[in-house]
C-alpha cells in the first residue's frame, strides 16, 4: 500500500504562482513515476505532468512552460511549481502515485483557485 498526501493549494490571483507538494508514504520502493492530475467541475481528470524515476518528465501542453514538475530530496517526495496562473487553471489538483504492481495510490486532493 502506498499513502498519498497533497498540500499547498489556495486562492491566487490571474498571473500569480503557487507551489503544490506531494509526499508518498508505504510501499514507496514501487513507485516509479508520481504526477499531477487536475479536475474541474464536470470535467474528466487530466495529467497536468507526471516525472518518472530516471527523472524525465512530461507535461500537459496547457502547462508547457509555465509549470514545473521537481523530486525532492527523499524519493518520495515531489513538487510542481506553477507560475503565470490562468482562471483555466482552476481545479481540484490530485497527486498520483504509480507503482510496479501495478497500481496507482491517489492523494484526496488540494483546490487550486485562479481568481481577482
Known amino acids: 500500500q502506498v499513502q498519498v498526501v497533497e498540500s499547498g493549494g489556495g486562492l491566487v490571483q490571474p498571473g500569480g504562482s503557487l507551489r503544490l507538494s506531494c509526499a508518498a508514504s508505504?510501499?514507496?520502493?514501487?513507485?516509479?513515476?508520481m504526477g499531477w492530475y487536475r479536475q474541474a467541475p464536470g470535467k474528466a481528470r487530466d495529467l497536468v505532468a507526471r516525472?518518472?524515476?530516471?527523472?524525465?518528465?512530461e507535461y500537459a501542453d496547457s502547462v508547457k512552460g509555465r509549470f514545473s514538475i521537481s523530486r525532492g530530496t527523499a524519493k518520495n517526495t515531489m513538487s510542481l511549481q506553477m507560475g503565470s496562473l490562468k482562471p483555466e487553471d482552476t481545479a481540484v489538483y490530485f497527486c498520483?502515485?504509480?507503482?510496479?504492481?501495478?497500481?496507482?495510490?491517489w492523494g484526496q486532493g488540494t483546490q487550486v483557485t485562479v481568481s481577482s
Open positions: 508505504g510501499s514507496i520502493f514501487s513507485i516509479y513515476a
Open positions: 498520483l502515485a504509480a507503482t510496479t504492481k501495478p497500481a496507482d495510490y
Open positions: 516525472i518518472f524515476s530516471d527523472g524525465s518528465t
